[in-house]
């Protein structure tokens, strides 16, 4: 698929590309907020497992036991996890959404989980999650309500958290429905980020609070990070292109304000990937996991694992996109140019190498051409004086040795695939450097 030679002038690619570069110049970790929440936690971003998108509010489990929200739901998927390459690439949290909770509080006012669909409880679940060496996550709503409607958290932070810390939970996913006012949902989140700190237990905190705040006016993303993991920004993800195409577009429109906030600790989560499921091309799904790796986003895979492809799997567990994604840098990546229905994005990364994808967004006609100085990506210093480049997406390949010089541009030609949104991933290094 891709011509890749050690130092033509111009070469062709398949479009779509996520490229990953190395050189020089990199931003330095303490910028506004580069701590985060002070618990430690998600220094690099969450990777997991999260069951909202694929089975949603699944309550049926007499008629479809094996979709329904229940515990044998996430001890098979836990098993795994742990059992089929999953956790040894990084996934490591599994994660209850909504619709876990029996209908009322118990007699001392904790929640307690549907006693149908989880006979054993939360704690017994927890425990065998921990025995396969992976990390709990569990849901809850800032609110009177969660947003389907079970008991919401609203008069009973500390009681909730202290409840999932005596569980064993290691992540809550904390929701903004059924809030009467901007300051409750505020406070809100503040006082559950608390409440979890005194449990003395290490919680990664997951909020939704500048999703629910943005209608009324701007989050302050720099209070949000002393208080959040990580927080979701944009409209629900669902499984289809558009919905992917909606979140980049959002996520780019925004960056100014969102990508300098990002960093160890403390994360944008454009929600869950959908790889694996029904609703993306081949490409699509490329182009996905090679944007949330750009994006420094929270890796929280809503899929079957239980019944998932090769192609997917193969791509959920692609090594080297995650380690684009949990680069130690912490820095998140951000559309640098947007022409002719071509988008360059660009992520720097640890140790002076950057990642690129270029995205193919017409979805009429067949591949493209897509042609990039290489002088113009990492600001102005990627391959200064001259890199080594690796193709990662779609394949992995070498594309070798690229300089740059200002009377002598090297260029890259793209070409689309055989589908409209394909994705590449490239990485470059300095010439002096061994392989990726
Ligand atoms: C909201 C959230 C989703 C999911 C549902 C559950 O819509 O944004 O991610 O948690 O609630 O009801």
Redesign the pocket.
């Known amino acids: 698929m891709v011509t890749a030679m050690m130092k033509p002038l111009s070469r062709v690619l398949w479009l779509g590309c996520v490229l990953v570069f190395c050189f020089q110049v990199l931003v330095p970790c303490g910028l506004p907020g580069a701590c985060g929440l002070d618990n430690g936690l998600a220094m690099t971003p969450t990777m997991g497992w999260l069951h909202?998108?694929r089975f949603?509010?699944n309550v049926n489990c007499q008629e479809e036991p094996d979709s329904c929200i229940s515990e044998k739901l996430f001890l098979q998927i836990a098993e795994i996890m742990a059992s089929d390459g999953w956790k040894d690439v990084g996934y490591e949290y599994i994660c209850i959404?909504?619709?876990w909770m029996a209908p009322e509080r118990d007699s001392k006012g904790r929640l307690q989980a549907d006693p149908k669909r989880f006979p054993g409880g939360i704690r017994h679940l927890a425990n065998y999650v921990h025995s396969k060496g992976l990390k709990l996550g569990i849901?809850a709503d800032v609110g009177n309500k969660?947003?389907?409607g079970f008991p919401g958290s609203f008069g009973y932070y500390d009681i909730d958290a202290q409840t999932f810390a005596d569980w064993g939970v290691d992540l809550l996913?904390f929701?903004?429905?059924y809030c009467d006012s901007i300051q409750h949902l505020a406070e809100g989140y503040k006082q559950m980020s608390l409440a979890l700190n005194r449990t003395g237990r290490s919680i990664v905190y997951s909020c939704?609070w500048p999703?629910y705040m943005w209608p009324i006016f701007k989050p302050n993303y720099t209070e949000i990070r002393e208080y959040c993991n990580h927080w979701?920004n944009f409209?629900?993800i669902y499984d289809s292109w558009q919905s992917i195409r909606n979140t980049l577009d959002w996520t780019s429109s925004n960056q100014k304000i969102i990508v300098p906030v990002a960093g160890p600790g403390g994360w944008n989560d454009p929600?869950?990937l959908v790889i694996g499921n029904f609703g993306l091309s081949r490409d699509q799904q490329i182009t996905q996991m090679a944007l949330w790796a750009i994006m420094a986003a929270p890796l929280l895979m809503s899929n079957d694992l239980r019944h998932i492809s090769p192609e997917a799997k193969a791509l959920l567990q692609d090594k080297d996109v995650i380690a684009i994604n949990q680069d130690r840098l912490g820095k998140q990546g951000y559309r640098l140019r947007k022409e002719n229905n071509f988008e360059v994005w660009e992520r720097p990364l640890l140790n002076l190498a950057w990642a690129v994808a270029i995205v193919n967004l017409q979805e009429i006609g067949g591949p493209r051409s897509y042609t990039i100085s290489v002088t113009s990506l990492g600001r102005g210093l990627a391959c200064n004086p001259d890199c080594l480049i690796t193709e990662l997406l779609p394949e992995k390949r070498k594309l070798g040795f690229y300089e740059w010089t200002s009377k002598d541009k090297k260029y890259k030609t793209v070409r689309q695939c055989n589908t409209v949104h394909c994705n590449q991933t490239w990485t470059a290094l300095p010439a002096t450097s061994t392989d990726y």
């Open positions: 909202w998108e949603m509010c959404d909504d619709c849901y969660t947003c389907a996913k929701d903004g429905c939704e999703l979701r409209a629900d929600d869950m």
